[in-house]
Structures are given as structure tokens and as C-alpha cells.
């Protein structure tokens, strides 16, 4: 019988120039729910996130906060690692660059490119955004208000002549629009690749891969005058963690290439363009997909420290709650696009989906078991045609999900989820079971035990938004720990009626403004 199949998920790995906000957590979290929902779904996932600790712009806060580079990365790299563990983040390692293995990696590889001829050494001359770290074209830029050269992404540049190796970037053309065209789904969304496929179709320049002003980075094999450039060596991180330079066995023979690389939008070229260009160029497999997610506003207006309105994502939790901020993000907005934070909007959803619909289903129904049915999963009757179809949707739900999961459409998982949650809500009202309590007791216990298993299905595939409310879900309906993997999922796992259950308690608590305001 064949093994679980591998299945590889990876973050862009955080510059420790600074704090985390909302747009790190975000990126982890979306590829947090994915990579739950994989190994719920049985496949053997590799799910890496890190630090990205070298270069200029990480040289220049450590210097700005009076530290040594490694000190300075030490520190904030921890509070990445911190964060990822306080948002419930299930990655199974976590990178840094500043570690040997990652130096043994980069090294490699670069080497590799050298033996294939793929890298030469001339003068770099040009324009250099020490905040994207990125080299742009003078056709590229435009003027700042005070007559400073801009980048596209509102950066400043700055002319920087040296020494430097380049990448024949140029030479890639070819492949990589072969690549994209024979993938069609290596970069999602679709407006992000055409986007990328007529920027390569307008021609790649040779890029520039070292540089020699600064120290702070890995040293080019052989010629320690130049450090790598940082975003060879950020992008080499997603073989280091899977062993490479090892690549004929081990887990770089399991998990490469990888299955997805999230990114934001912003971080696009370079994993879709210089990074599979690299990989082919050094006889290495390029990833399968690359995804770009879109970028938060805050009540509509532009995240920025000068503006002073990042979000700080350890006071979010802190305000609304752990589980309701996982689900927010991943259901206001369609993945892959910009979406906008607000209070009001996320007071919405916490009032409406989460309370009102998911958490009121719940808590109605499990109460009234304990305090009609002996605090026990009831025992069911004949079916009709009503209960039929609520668990046919029940059932449904795993395939609907799975495909949308698979096309990193997160908002339309959940809002295929919701349909039930809401169908389950109808059922209860038109059911009305306080009635049937009156007049017909066994066919009570029959709805009560069709809605407990229908919300069985329900926690169980939320599971990857919402661990721990569901968790607690599942812990109400006495779902053993080791029977909450999708293959729990249909008819032949139902609830055994007469197991008992604990006192019910709600998961989804309305948020109450400080004002006494409920929302919705
Ligand atoms: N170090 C590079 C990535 C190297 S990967 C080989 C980097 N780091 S970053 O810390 O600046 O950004 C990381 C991620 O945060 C990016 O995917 C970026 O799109 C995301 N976001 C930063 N601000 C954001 C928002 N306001 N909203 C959503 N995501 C945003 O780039």
C-alpha cells in the first residue's frame, strides 16, 4: 500500500527589521489552515516558516538599534518564533537564515550555477531600494514629492556602483514563459501571472547576485570580498529546509518540489521569476505553484509606520479572540485579493457567522440534549426526507472544501461550510424540537441526533480555521481526539447513540463593545 503523499507548504521567511503585524500573521495563518487541512486530509505535509536575517536593510536596524547584526536578529527573530506559536501556527520548522545549514545550502547552490556557467563577474552600476532590497531600472522609477528617485513600491532608491556577480538571468526567457504556459496554474491568481508573464515577456536583464559595500550576509564561495544577495539567499531557504544540499534522498527526495510557496503580492517577481530561473538554471526542480495573496488596508487606509496604523497582531487576539481573528481573515475577503480591516466588520462576523450561526447552532443543540436526553447522544428513528437531506449536505461537505482548499480559495471553503451551518439553523427552526418535545418525544431525539452529527461534520472540517473551538466542539460531542481526521468524515463514523456527553458550554461568545454596542 502506497504512503501518505507528501505535501510541501512554505511561508516567505520575515525580515527581522522589525516587528511582526498583521500582514506576517496573515500570510501564516492562510498557510496554517491549508497545511491543517492536509494532514486532516490525510497527506504527509511539510509546512516551513522562518526568519530572513541578512542584507542591508537588516544590517542598517541593527546598527539604528545600536546591536550587533546577530544579537539584533537573535532577538526579533524570537519574536516571529513567539508569534507563530501564540496564533496556534502548526508549522513543523522553522528557518533562519543566520543557521550553518542554511550557509551550507546557499553555498551549494551557488556553486552549482558557477560550475553551469550561469554566473560571471562585472561591475554593477544602478539603482539599488535598500527597503524592498531590490535593483530597479532607471525606466522604473518616478520622483517623490521632494524630488527623491521612488521605486514602484514608494521606496527609496539609492546609486550604488560595485563589483558584483551576475545571474545570465537574461538566457531564461524561454524556459520560464515554457513553464508558465505549460502550468497554468504555477502562479495563482490569474491576473498576478499574466501580470508576470508580460513582464518577462518584455525582457530580463542579467541581475545582480553579490554585493561587496556591506557585510552582513553569506560569503560567495572562493571570493569572500562578496556577500550572496540577500534574496538568492532568502529564496534558497525553501531547499535548506528539506536538506538540500542532500538531494538524492532524505526529505528534499519526499517534498521537493514544493507543492505551494505562499506569498504577498508585493514579493511576486522574485518568486515566480528569479526563483524558478534559478532552480532550472542550476539543474533543480522549479516549485509547483507560487500563490500571491493580497495586501490589508486598516479602515481604509494604507498600513504604514509614518501613518502610525499597523496592526498589531497580538492585540487583535488579545481584543477579539484567537479563533474569530483566524476566521476573519480568511472569510472577508477572497483570497488573493486587498481587503480591508475594520472593527465594525469584524464585529460582524464574530456577531453574525460566528455567534448567531455556527456558535447558536451549537449551543441550542447541545443543550437541548443535556437537558431532554439524558446528557447522552440520542437515539435516532426513522429518517424522513428532511434529515436525509441535512446530512447529504453534511456529507457533501468534505469534496466541496477540499477543492477550494486546493486552489488556496479559503472564503469560499468556509462559505460552502456556512451553507450547512445555515441549513442546519433553518432545519432546527422548521423542526422546532421544543415542540416535538411536547408531542413527540423519539422523533425529537431522531432531529437532535441528526443536527448533533450534522455539526460533527461541521467542527471537524473547520478544524483548520478554528483548532481550538472546534477542538472544544468536538470535546462536547465526546469525538474521540483520534477520530477528528476527515476519514471520521460520513455514515460509518456517525455518533453512537446512548454515549454520554459533558455539560455543553458555548464556543463562540458575542463580542460586547466597550460601549455596551453588540453589533449585529
Ligand atoms: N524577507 C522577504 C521575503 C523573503 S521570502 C524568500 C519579505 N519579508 S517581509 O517581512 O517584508 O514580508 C513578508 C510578507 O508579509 C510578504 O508576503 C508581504 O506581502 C506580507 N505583508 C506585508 N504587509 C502586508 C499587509 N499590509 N497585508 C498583507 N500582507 C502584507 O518580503
Known amino acids: 500500500m502506497?504512503?501518505?503523499e507528501p505535501y510541501y507548504v512554505t511561508t516567505p521567511i520575515y525580515y527581522v527589521n522589525d516587528a511582526p503585524h498583521i500582514g506576517h500573521a496573515y500570510t501564516t495563518l492562510a498557510c496554517d489552515a491549508l497545511a491543517r487541512f492536509k494532514r486532516l486530509d490525510g497527506y504527509d505535509v511539510k509546512f516551513l516558516t522562518?526568519?530572513?536575517?541578512?542584507?542591508?536593510?537588516?544590517?542598517?536596524s541593527a546598527a539604528a538599534a545600536g546591536m550587533e547584526p546577530k544579537a539584533f536578529t537573535d532577538k526579533v527573530s524570537r519574536n516571529f518564533r513567539d508569534l507563530a506559536d501564540f496564533m496556534n501556527f502548526s508549522h513543523d520548522d522553522f528557518i533562519r537564515t543566520t543557521e550553518e545549514r542554511h550557509l551550507r545550502a546557499c553555498q551549494d547552490l551557488w556553486r552549482r550555477l558557477e560550475e553551469r556557467d550561469q554566473i560571471y563577474l562585472g561591475t554593477y552600476a544602478g539603482w539599488y531600494a535598500v527597503r524592498d532590497e531590490a535593483f530597479y531600472a532607471e525606466s522604473e522609477l518616478s520622483k517623490g514629492p521632494d524630488g527623491k528617485s521612488l521605486a514602484p513600491s514608494g521606496a527609496e532608491v539609492e546609486w550604488v556602483e560595485e563589483p558584483s556577480y551576475f545571474f545570465r538571468l537574461s538566457a531564461w526567457q524561454k524556459p520560464l514563459l515554457e513553464l508558465y504556459e505549460n502550468n497554468p496554474g504555477f502562479i495563482l491568481p490569474k491576473t498576478r501571472r499574466n501580470e508576470v508573464v508580460s513582464f518577462v515577456k518584455g525582457g530580463l536583464q542579467d541581475l545582480s547576485v553579490s554585493r561587496t559595500s556591506f557585510r552582513w550576509g553569506i560569503p560567495v564561495p572562493e571570493?569572500?570580498?562578496?556577500?550572496m544577495y540577500v534574496w538568492l539567499d532568502a529564496l534558497t531557504n525553501y531547499i535548506t529546509g528539506v536538506g538540500y544540499p542532500e538531494t538524492e534522498s532524505g526529505q528534499y527526495a519526499r517534498y521537493w518540489p514544493a507543492d505551494l510557496h505562499m506569498v504577498g503580492k508585493d514579493i511576486l517577481r522574485f518568486h515566480a521569476v528569479y526563483w524558478p530561473a534559478f532552480l532550472i538554471a542550476a539543474g533543480l526542480e522549479?516549485?509547483?505553484?507560487?500563490?500571491?495573496?493580497?495586501?490589508w488596508t486598516n479602515e481604509g487606509q494604507k498600513i504604514s509606520k509614518s501613518v502610525g496604523n499597523i496592526i498589531d497582531p497580538i492585540q487583535l487576539v488579545h481584543r477579539y479572540g484567537l479563533d474569530p481573528v483566524r476566521y476573519f481573515l480568511l472569510r472577508?475577503?477572497?483570497?488573493?485579493?486587498?481587503?480591508?480591516?475594520?472593527?465594525?466588520?469584524?464585529?460582524?462576523?464574530?456577531?453574525?457567522?460566528?455567534?448567531n450561526d455556527f456558535g447558536n447552532l451549537a449551543q441550542r443543540v447541545l443543550s437541548m440534549i443535556a437537558r431532554n436526553c439524558g446528557a447522552a447522544v440520542p437515539e435516532v428513528g426513522p429518517l424522513d426526507a428532511d434529515d436525509e437531506a441535512l446530512l447529504a449536505g453534511a456529507h457533501g461537505l468534505h469534496a466541496g472544501m477540499a477543492e477550494t482548499m486546493d486552489g488556496q480559495a479559503f472564503h469560499e471553503a468556509l462559505d460552502i461550510l456556512w451553507t450547512v451551518v445555515r441549513g442546519a439553523n433553518a432545519y432546527v427552526d422548521h423542526q422546532?424540537?421544543?415542540?416535538?418535545?411536547?408531542?413527540?418525544?423519539?422523533?425529537?431525539?431522531?432531529v437532535l441526533y441528526v443536527l448533533a452529527e450534522t455539526i460533527r461534520h461541521l467542527a471537524i472540517l473547520a478544524q483548520p480555521f478554528m483548532p481550538?473551538?472546534?477542538?472544544?466542539?468536538?470535546?462536547q460531542l465526546a469525538v474521540a481526539p483520534d477520530a477528528r481526521s476527515f476519514a471520521f468524515l460520513g455514515p460509518d463514523h456517525a455518533l453512537a447513540p446512548g454515549t454520554p456527553l459533558p455539560k455543553p458550554e458555548g464556543v463562540f461568545p458575542r463580542f460586547v463593545d466597550e460601549e455596551g454596542e453588540g453589533g449585529t
Open 468 to 475: 481550538d473551538s472546534c477542538g472544544r466542539m468536538l470535546d
Open 432 to 446: 422546532a424540537p421544543w415542540t416535538l418535545r411536547k408531542t413527540d418525544e423519539g422523533r425529537m431525539r431522531t
Open 332 to 355: 472577508e475577503v477572497p483570497f488573493g485579493n486587498d481587503g480591508d480591516f475594520s472593527h465594525r466588520a469584524m464585529v460582524h462576523r464574530i456577531n453574525g457567522d460566528l455567534a
Open 2 to 4: 502506497a504512503g501518505p
Open 50 to 60: 522562518g526568519t530572513d536575517e541578512h542584507g542591508q536593510k537588516v544590517e542598517k
Open 223 to 227: 571570493n569572500d570580498a562578496h556577500i
Open 286 to 295: 522549479p516549485p509547483k505553484r507560487v500563490f500571491a495573496h493580497g495586501w
